[in-house]
Structure formats: structure tokens, C-alpha cells
């Protein structure tokens, strides 16, 4: 999937990651018993120099939602906590102990936040293997400028997946508005495209993400009220 803007919700999820920084400081410090400004800085800055800069990668690998990321990120946030509760009770640690059942609280907590945003409707078509195209939303159409009676496979309130037959380069010449069409009820949305399958291209159907721009109070609640009945009848699951 080529991706042409990282969504608002992945962006600070993947920011909170640098987080991780001073935490696991904060764990080696309890480790070792020692107080910060007894840290020998000349001897092991370059080791947490290093270890700063391979997360600051990971973060950037988030914003350009590369698996192999989330998995490393995953892995670390599994490991870390269980490998520094060993080590609390093995050198019977109090502090560190209690540290480590939060990092494991917060880890938990991280992580479910981050798989959801990589499956945000505008990342995820909602295609399986077995599948040569995504099912859209029985009743939901929509118009995009000239693109008329185009159909949705994903809908949230923050970003949705639109299926159609888009040529090579359209996506430069598409407003920043479209409308939902659902059982006599329609809604205009501002968007920002987001993502798209360059490889379905000229084949039997295309598929772009955008990520809503409906910011004032009022059209959010539009919009959530529409989403609101989608999801009652077991359109939208989340």
C-alpha cells in the first residue's frame, strides 16, 4: 500500500514511543541501585546514544507503518517488562519489581492502541487472502467530484477506505469533499487522502484511504450520528 500521509491517531502513537527513553533509564538506574548523577556518562552515553537512535527509527518506521516496526516494537514492549520483573526478583528489587509490573501495564496498554491505529480503515481496505477485492458497506455510496456511486469497505469516525475505479494520477485532481449517500440520508465530509493500492489500478477496482477533516463540534457529531446508524445495523464494527 502506498502511503501518502500518516493519519493524526498513528502519528502520536508512534511519538509516544520515544517515551520509552527515559523509562528504561529509569529501570537501569533501579537496577543498578544508583543514583542519577553517579551515571558515568563518558563510559556509557554511547551505548544510550545508541539505543535513542535506533528508537527514534522505530518511531519513524511507525509513521511509515512498517510491520517490520510494530513487530520489534511489539517483541520489546513483551520481553522488556517480563526480563526486568526476573531480575527485581532475583536480586530482590522492590523498586524495579514495582516498575515492572507498570512498564508491563503500560506496554499492554501501548500496544493495543498501536495495532488498533495500523488498522485504521484508512491503512486496512478490510481485504483477506482468499478475497480479490474488499466488501463494501451494503446501502453506503458516496460522490467524489466527478466520481460518482462509489462504495466504502471501512468507516470510522476518524478515516474511511473508498473503493472505485480511480485512474492513474486522479488523486491529484480530487476536492477535499465528498458525500455519503445511505438510505435517503446523506452528509458532506472534508478529507485528506491518506493511502492507497496503486497496484489495483486500472484493474476492476482501486482503492484510496482519507482521513476526515470535520474538526468543528457539529459536523463530528453529523458525522458520528451517521456512523452511529451504520453500526446499529451491523454495517461498521468499531
Known amino acids: 500500500m502506498r502511503l501518502w500521509k500518516t493519519p493524526g491517531r498513528l502519528r502520536r502513537i508512534a511519538a509516544t514511543l520515544?517515551?520509552?527513553?527515559?523509562?528504561?533509564?529509569?529501570?537501569?538506574?533501579?537496577?543498578r541501585r544508583m543514583p542519577w548523577w553517579r551515571w558515568d556518562w563518558e563510559r556509557e552515553g554511547r551505548?544510550?546514544?545508541?539505543?535513542?537512535?535506533?528508537?527514534?527509527?522505530?518511531?519513524?518506521?511507525l509513521f511509515r507503518r512498517s510491520v517490520a516496526a510494530l513487530l520489534l516494537v511489539s517483541g520489546f514492549s513483551a520481553v522488556f517488562p517480563f526480563l526486568c520483573l526476573l531480575y527485581s526478583v532475583r536480586h530482590e528489587n522492590v523498586g524495579l519489581g514495582l516498575l515492572s509490573v507498570a512498564l508491563g501495564l503500560l506496554a499492554f496498554g501501548y500496544l493495543d492502541r498501536?495495532?488498533?491505529?495500523?488498522?485504521?480503515?484508512?491503512?486496512?481496505?478490510?481485504?483477506?487472502?482468499?478475497?480479490?477485492?474488499?466488501?463494501?458497506?451494503?446501502?453506503?455510496?458516496?460522490?467524489w467530484g466527478d466520481y460518482k456511486n462509489l462504495r466504502v469497505s471501512k468507516l470510522d469516525l476518524e478515516s474511511g477506505f473508498i473503493l472505485g475505479n480511480f485512474e492513474i494520477g486522479s488523486e491529484k485532481n480530487l476536492p477535499s469533499e465528498i458525500t455519503f449517500y445511505y438510505r435517503g440520508s446523506q452528509i458532506a465530509c472534508g478529507v485528506r487522502l491518506v493511502s492507497a493500492l496503486p497496484s489495483k489500478i486500472h484493474s476492476a477496482w482501486a482503492g484510496i484511504g482519507v482521513e476526515f477533516k470535520n474538526t468543528d463540534r457539529d459536523s463530528r457529531k453529523d458525522l458520528a450520528d451517521f456512523i452511529e446508524v451504520l453500526r446499529g445495523e451491523g454495517h461498521v464494527s468499531s
Request: glycine share 8%; proline share 10%.
Open 114 to 143: 498501536l495495532w488498533a491505529a495500523f488498522d485504521l480503515p484508512a491503512l486496512s481496505p478490510g481485504i483477506r487472502w482468499y478475497q480479490g477485492s474488499p466488501e463494501p458497506i451494503p446501502g453506503l455510496s458516496l460522490d
Open 47 to 61: 551505548y544510550w546514544i545508541s539505543g535513542s537512535l535506533f528508537t527514534l527509527l522505530l518511531c519513524a518506521g
Open 18 to 31: 520515544l517515551a520509552v527513553i527515559p523509562l528504561t533509564f529509569a529501570a537501569y538506574l533501579l537496577a
